[in-house]
């Protein structure tokens, strides 16, 4: 039974040689085109999964405030006629800010936790050293 | 040596290669555990909503967060003048009709 198969095979790699250069030609096309293909969906595939695990935490419904295009601080005492609303289990507000980097010419995004925050004086200080440093 | 001979020897070669991909895939995973809950934490941290993959522009940094005006803040009739624009699309829910219920 095997050797039926084996001299199937011999016989279509046989058929297959008889013109090399067009099916060499066919099958370097073919596995480029699926590289390509595989590539792409893999790494769409790999970058969606990672960023769905890493993201799983991520909060539900983020409000932000927007005023002539750019984006604005919150009032905190929005947080609370938020929580009135039905469904809302829990409000925390979050922290960001720009900082311009005039040596790097460049606005820096800061993400600041919620939690233990630094203080007005060290965020002070860090301002001070900053400018002493320009 | 027979045709089938070579064939089958490179078919096999190739299916083992394949299986040691997925081995290692496997492998893999088990180790990235602890730096994704390193990850996984940060974002809880910080209230993080995206994957930054382009730095330019904040409705490229953060997607999710953005609105169809941010990139025509300058100017209404301006062309949008951050590459990244170009690669990343707006999000699917500023593009969908809202439904009244």
Not at chain 2, 5 to 34: D, I, K, N, P, Q
Request: charged share 15%; with cysteine.
């Amino acid at each position: 039974m095997m050797e039926r198969q084996r001299y199937l095979i011999d016989f279509t790699l046989a058929s297959l040689l008889r013109r090399k250069g067009k099916n060499g030609a066919l099958l370097l096309v073919y596995t480029l085109v699926v590289f390509l293909l595989a590539s792409v969906l893999f790494f769409s595939h790999a970058l969606k999964r990672e960023a769905a695990l890493a993201l799983k935490d991520a909060p539900e419904i983020i409000v932000q405030r927007t005023l002539s295009g750019r984006y604005h601080p919150v009032p905190l005492s929005w947080g609370s006629a938020i929580a009135e609303i039905r469904g809302v289990v829990e409000v925390t507000p979050r922290l960001w800010g720009y900082k311009y980097d005039s040596v790097f010419l460049a606005n820096y995004t800061l993400c600041v936790p919620v939690e233990d925050p630094p203080s007005p004086a060290a965020t002070a200080s860090l301002e001070a050293s900053a400018s002493a440093r320009c | 040596m027979r045709a089938s001979t070579l064939y089958l020897a490179l078919t096999s070669a190739l299916a083992c290669g394949m299986a040691g991909f997925a081995l290692h895939a496997s492998l893999e995973v088990a180790g990235a555990a602890a730096p994704l809950a390193r990850k996984s934490a940060l974002v809880r941290q910080l209230s993080l909503t995206d994957l930054c993959l382009f730095t330019e522009a904040s409705y490229t940094r953060h997607p999710s967060m953005t609105d169809l005006a941010t990139p025509f803040q300058d100017s209404p009739m301006s062309l949008e003048h951050f590459p990244s624009g170009a690669l990343l699309q707006p999000p699917g829910h500023l593009g969908r009709e809202e439904s009244a219920p």
